[in-house]
């Protein structure tokens, strides 16, 4: 059981939103899809909801089939980046919302609303209003709402994107710690890859409205599809046409090894525990290296240095390609 959604393609006009798009996602798992700003990952999420159609293809949600029922059929919980509460209702009035108007006997809603309190860390404030919350209190407060009505999968969409870095981070943590409680199947959407590799079991990359690769965060870190996704989940440099990132090439200070590039170190920048190193070869532009402290001490690099530069041993290398541009 689980999210299917199969040959699924939207256009707004003459743009293509989603181009026949395939995937399954798996129950009780927190998938993230990730990608660019504008690569269709709310276009996608809204269908799953049923608050957009696609033009073509299916949606099954835990084995029913889901493509024209609307959306407060499908049993779906939904968060916005921009939650709107009801402002003059306390925060368990809100969360009680959806028990009410389904006509749920006083003292369930009751018990319901004190446990979905708890499990987001708002028992303390249920008599507040919204505005008495801070942002991040508010997005508990609406997951504790959408799972107030025991949905069968919960959708999110940048539910953390309007917060700042500090509070994005610690509710990050705080919704894997909420999975691994509820275990309700959950897609998110995010374009930021350090929320998706921390926060996800299972991550769907998509851009231009395409997947470019589904895994785990581990998969799609060592074992990326192609160029898109290698660069897309870290940072990368280029050294003889293919990608790799820049704490897996070793620097050498001699030419003993076959296949090493040669360079002159440009730029040494010191950033906390870590040097960073452009090293100038006959290729534009400079490739980038990440050593640590040690390492650059060892080698004792400096500006104007030769040196030669080689992938480490099983680092992940990418060929880079010619991309196809849109449209
Ligand atoms: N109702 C609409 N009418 C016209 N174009 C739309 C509509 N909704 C989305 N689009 C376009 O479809 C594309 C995909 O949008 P979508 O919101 O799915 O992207 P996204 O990957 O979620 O990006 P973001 O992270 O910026 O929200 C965008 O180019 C957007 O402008």
Redesign the pocket.
């Known amino acids: 059981m689980s999210i299917e959604v199969a040959g699924v393609s939207?256009r707004?006009?003459d743009?293509v939103?989603?181009d026949d798009v395939s995937v399954t996602i798996p129950s009780g798992q927190l998938t993230a899809?990730l990608?660019?700003?504008?690569?269709?990952?709310?276009?996608?999420?809204?269908i799953i909801a049923g608050l957009?159609s696609s033009d073509t293809g299916t949606i099954h949600i835990e084995g029913t089939e889901a493509t024209h029922l609307p959306a407060q059929k499908r049993n779906v919980g939904f968060v916005f980046q921009h939650y709107a509460a009801f402002k003059h209702m306390s925060v368990a009035k809100n969360v009680a919302f959806g028990l009410e108007i389904r006509r749920r006997p006083k003292n369930e809603v009751r018990a319901r609303v004190d446990e979905l309190l708890r499990l987001v860390h708002l028992q303390q404030f249920a008599h507040r209003l919204p505005a008495q919350l801070s942002g991040g209190q508010r997005q508990r407060m609406a997951l504790a709402r959408a799972l107030a009505v025991e949905p069968t999968v919960l959708l999110l969409?940048?539910p953390f994107?309007a917060l700042d870095a500090k509070v994005r981070k610690e509710l990050r943590d705080w919704l894997r710690r909420l999975h691994d409680e509820v275990h309700v199947t959950t897609v998110f959407?995010?374009?930021d890859q350090e929320e998706a590799l921390e926060v996800a079991d299972e991550i769907v990359v998509?851009n231009e409205?395409r997947i470019e690769q589904v895994g785990t965060p581990d998969q799609l870190y060592d074992e990326p599809a192609n160029d898109f996704v290698m660069s897309f989940l870290g940072p990368v440099t280029r050294l003889d046409g293919e990608l790799v990132r820049p704490h897996d090439l070793d620097v050498l200070d001699h030419d003993r090894v076959l296949g090493a590039t040669p360079g002159t170190v440009t730029r040494v920048v010191r950033v906390g525990f870590e040097v960073r190193l452009a090293v100038r070869t006959a290729v534009e532009p400079d490739v980038s290296v990440v050593l640590t402290r040690a390492e650059a001490r060892g080698l004792g690099v400096d500006v104007g240095s030769p040196v030669w530069l080689v992938p480490t041993r099983g680092a992940t290398t990418v060929p880079v390609m010619p991309r196809a541009t849109a449209g």
Not at 35 to 46: D, I, V
């Open positions: 939207k707004f006009g743009f939103a989603l899809l990608g660019p700003s504008g690569g269709g990952k709310s276009t996608l999420l809204r957009e969409d940048e994107g959407v995010t374009h998509i409205g």
